[in-house]
């Protein structure tokens, strides 16, 4: 006859996990695609890149992430950030980080312009 075992007692152990992924672009040390895990702050993420490059505009960092299905962005300051005078924003997967470069002239550069520091996400 088979036998039961009542009140068995099981333990996982999670050896591995897929990550997320973030992408970093622009004037950063070493753009590329970065895997994250738990909570990432944009600080942090700038740091897997290696920083940002002496090009960087630092009132130019821009986040892209899907809200409801729509390509929305965010400006950020990171001098004001990295001062402590504003929020250092917490990074999701499949966000994309864009550094733009002083004094560009790009699409990017007039899409930053019209954004103000530290906005929502707006529709991009």
């Given at each position: 006859?088979?036998?039961?075992?009542?009140?068995p007692q099981v333990?996982?152990?999670?050896?591995?996990?897929?990550?997320?992924?973030?992408?970093?672009?622009?004037?950063?040390?070493?753009?590329?695609?970065?895997?994250?895990?738990?909570?990432?702050?944009?600080?942090?993420?700038?740091?897997?890149?290696?920083?940002?490059?002496?090009?960087?505009?630092?009132?130019?960092?821009?986040?892209?992430?899907?809200?409801?299905?729509?390509?929305?962005?965010?400006?950020?300051?990171?001098?004001?950030?990295?001062?402590?005078?504003?929020?250092?924003?917490?990074?999701?997967?499949?966000?994309?980080?864009?550094?733009?470069?002083?004094?560009?002239?790009?699409?990017?550069?007039?899409?930053?312009?019209?954004?103000?520091?530290?906005?929502?996400?707006?529709?991009?």
């Amino acid at each position: 006859m088979p036998r039961s075992v009542q009140n068995p007692q099981v333990t996982v152990f999670v050896k591995e996990y897929a990550s997320q992924r973030i992408t970093m672009e622009g004037a950063i040390n070493k753009p590329g695609i970065y895997p994250i895990s738990g909570k990432t702050s944009l600080l942090q993420a700038i740091a897997m890149g290696g920083g940002v490059t002496n090009l960087a505009d630092l009132q130019g960092i821009v986040v892209f992430r899907q809200v409801d299905g729509k390509k929305m962005g965010a400006k950020f300051d990171l001098k004001a950030i990295r001062a402590g005078s504003s929020e250092d924003p917490q990074i999701y997967g499949d966000d994309i980080i864009v550094v733009d470069e002083s004094g560009s002239k790009s699409a990017l550069r007039r899409f930053i312009e019209t954004l103000p520091v530290f906005s929502f996400f707006g529709i991009f």
